[in-house]
């Protein structure tokens, strides 16, 4: 008897103990951000600028952690064994959600089920890139100089979407070039000014302060039509018709994160893409915002999966 009251207070002195903490108003301490790739990427842009937005709406610390590798799958799994408790947050990609359940012949996590998803920052063209000083101004120029120079010419990648839309062009255009693998995109995009790589794709974002430096030279764009950034450079499809790509940024948490932090976590994504400021930075950058419910965007995760499925098997890429 004298030990099950000594246990009833065991019990007691514990609720008692985690009372308050369970009571405290969501955030009350800081919240990190993993993101899956390295400095550079629109991955990690768009979580600085939301990380500062939260910082500035709710008062608490918000930190970014970049944990780059294996096309994202490093900092992704790193997101899944988390606490789900609200403050281990992680963006989410079509290189982490989508083209990743067909790259991989095993996920260390499910893109459904291991997650909650809190919505959708937006979709983002990629641009084909070549340094300033290349021979070929252009995707037909860029063909015929690469069936020139069959096995003499690399191109770049760091992340699903750059990996896959040059893959499509190389099946596409049936070019005798390889690709190299890096750790980051401003990796790649360091290579590629150095000429030790011929050409890559990056998203819009990653790629336009390289543009506006005159160090790369943007010659066509993956999107089904003409970028506002640079209205001048022609899309892929208007030398291969029906070539179409785009990639998203998301925002997503340990699966079992409460449902009112969801939801309050996703009106807040809302209210950064209202705020002019914010939403300017992404659309001068390339990035179409597009706000939704955990509810629609978890639908449009699964259209993305499926056409991401369509992607990687018309570029031919061989599970890993």
Do not use: C
Request: proline share 8%; no cysteine.
């Amino acid at each position: 008897m004298l030990a099950l009251i000594r246990t009833v207070w065991s019990i007691l002195g514990l609720l008692l103990t985690i009372a308050p903490a369970l009571a405290q108003p969501y955030p009350s301490k800081p919240i990190r951000i993993i993101v899956p790739f390295g400095p550079g990427s629109a991955s990690d842009i768009t979580a600085r600028r939301f990380a500062q937005f939260l910082q500035d709406q709710w008062k608490q610390p918000v930190v970014v952690e970049d944990r780059p590798g294996a096309n994202g799958v490093i900092g992704t799994e790193a997101l899944k064994n988390a606490a789900p408790d609200g403050y281990t947050l992680g963006i989410a990609t079509n290189s982490t959600h989508a083209a990743a359940l067909y790259l991989f012949k095993k996920l260390p996590y499910n893109a459904t089920e291991d997650f909650e998803h809190i919505g959708l920052f937006g979709v983002i063209g990629t641009v084909a890139l070549v340094p300033a000083a290349s021979p070929f101004k252009s995707i037909p120029e860029l063909v015929a100089f690469a069936k020139a120079n069959p096995g003499k010419m690399f191109f770049g990648y760091a992340d699903t979407a750059s990996q896959v839309s040059a893959e499509l062009l190389k099946a596409r255009a049936a070019l005798p070039v390889e690709g190299v693998q890096y750790r980051g995109i401003a990796d790649a995009m360091t290579d590629l000014v150095g000429g030790r790589i011929h050409f890559m794709f990056a998203n819009y974002i990653s790629s336009s302060g390289q543009i506006r430096g005159g160090k790369l030279l943007p010659i066509a764009v993956t999107e089904s039509q003409r970028s506002a950034l640079w209205p001048e450079v022609p899309t892929v499809a208007e030398t291969f018709p029906g070539y179409e790509l785009h990639a998203f940024v998301g925002l997503a948490a340990p699966r079992g994160t409460p449902k009112e932090i969801v939801l309050k976590l996703n009106e807040a994504m809302r209210s950064a893409m209202a705020d002019p400021a914010f939403k300017d930075h992404l659309v001068t950058m390339g990035m179409r915002p597009k706000p939704l419910t955990p509810e629609d965007y978890r639908a449009f995760l699964t259209r993305e999966a499926a056409r991401w499925k369509e992607y990687v098997k018309t570029a031919k890429i061989e599970p890993q």
